[in-house]
């Protein structure tokens, strides 16, 4: 699971700078025939000026170039801001200038269609992309919250048996810890690849708030700039229309995002399928007896008063919210953890609770489940790393490495 999640994650910056580097290759044939062009004659004109409505075309991603109706909309938009007469002042850049006015005269068109086809005049082939993502986005944040939920629910589980067979040697016997607190590792790390997933999905909604309402303004801004007006002058309309074609490109980024995000989410399920295998429900229910079922949330709440006092620490630094800034974004080791839980139970996961405090020990920080996890920590950190370290060393499945 970690290594498909590994070969196939990327994050969002990361991811769309690649997509972009991917767009400009594939436009790197069309783009060379139009720079690299001498035409002169008549028809050789004519066959530049429909390369160039091609690219313009195949640049916004706004319907197909093969879609007739598409096209007449695509050149009669490029002939109001940039006739064919003009073919002789642009052969006549250089390749740079001549692929920085590409691009200009892409967004502007793209521009142009998106306003005619709010106006209910044009829009041909394009999709109705801020519909799209308000039912998208919600829909798959449904979907992952379902499942963060299931697997929790598991987690806990998982965790109650395994604290119940501590105390319990005919348990651990029969039971094989081993086997489940691989299951937990797995389970946790799904968890957390679910939360990687959804938070970046969270980040798209916000964007696309923000991008459609920026959008609808600077509809609005166009209509009331150009009303019933014979004649606008560019300097008006055109920074508006590559304006639209900026927040439309963003749109579609966050749309092939979405779309990457769930098809990763789909694809990472299937790992967790073993499970019911190793410990099928009857069997879970009945080493689940007796056992007390803690969420994280229930685990942080039993602690949340019993704080480490430092000065009985002379040389070990203690944080905490009100004394801390950007307490909440400190990159907490183990992935939040408790390091003395991990090494002195033979690998049990327990969450850190922060609001004991935070140690920080060698520009590292560790948070603890309890305060006397805490205080035993404290006593010999080295001891403890070095601890983790060498069970981390030994495992050499994967999902280990959450830690």
């Known amino acids: 699971m970690q290594v498909y999640f590994d070969m196939n994650y990327t994050n969002r910056v990361e991811f769309l700078e690649e997509h972009h580097r991917v767009l400009e290759s594939r ?169 990687i997933i959804l938070s970046d999905i969270i980040t798209g909604a916000q964007e696309v708030e923000m991008m459609t309402k920026q959008l609808g303004a600077h509809l609005e801004q166009l209509k009331m700039t150009i009303k019933s007006k014979i004649a606008v002058p560019t300097s008006q309309v055109f920074p508006i229309f590559i304006a639209l074609s900026t927040l439309w490109t963003s749109l579609q980024n966050e749309t092939i995002v979405v779309g990457v995000l769930s098809n990763l989410f789909t694809h990472i399920q299937p790992f967790l399928g073993a499970h019911e295998l190793y410990f099928p429900e009857r069997v879970m229910q009945c080493h689940l007896n007796g056992a007390t079922v803690k969420t994280d949330v229930c685990r942080m709440k039993e602690h949340m008063e019993d704080r480490v006092n430092v000065a009985d620490f002379r040389k070990l630094e203690w944080l905490f919210p009100e004394t801390t800034a950007n307490f909440d974004k400190l990159l907490i080791q183990y992935r939040g953890f408790c390091a003395y839980t991990f090494a002195a139970t033979d690998g049990l996961l327990l969450p850190g609770n922060p609001a004991i405090g935070i140690l920080k020990y060698k520009e590292k920080y560790y948070t603890f489940n309890s305060k006397d996890a805490a205080y035993s920590f404290a006593e010999n950190p080295e001891h403890y790393i070095d601890i983790v370290r060498e069970k981390a060393k030994k495992n050499t499945d994967p999902r280990f490495l959450l830690l």
């Not at 109705?128 to 697997?151: G, R, W």
């Open 27 to 195: 436009l790197g044939s069309v783009t060379r025939e139009i720079t690299d062009n001498r035409a002169c004659a008549k028809e050789e004109l004519e066959s530049l000026y429909r390369k160039i409505i091609s690219y313009v075309l195949l640049r916004s991603g706004l319907g197909s170039p093969t879609d007739i109706k598409t096209v007449r909309e695509v050149t009669a938009a490029l002939q109001s801001v940039f006739p064919q007469a003009e073919l002789g002042t642009f052969l006549t850049l250089s390749k740079k200038d001549k692929e920085r006015q590409l691009k200009e005269l892409t967004m502007i068109v793209t521009g142009i269609r998106l306003f005619n086809r709010d106006c209910g005049k044009g829009g041909e082939g394009i999709d109705d992309l801020p519909a799209v993502l308000h039912v998208a986005i919600p829909a798959t944040m449904q979907h992952i919250d379902y499942q963060l939920e299931t697997a929790r629910s598991q987690i806990y589980r998982y965790t109650a048996i395994l604290e119940k067979a501590a105390n319990d040697p005919l348990m651990r016997a029969e039971l094989q810890p081993y086997m489940l607190k691989e299951a937990l590792y797995n389970i946790r790390q799904y968890e957390v690849f679910l939360q």
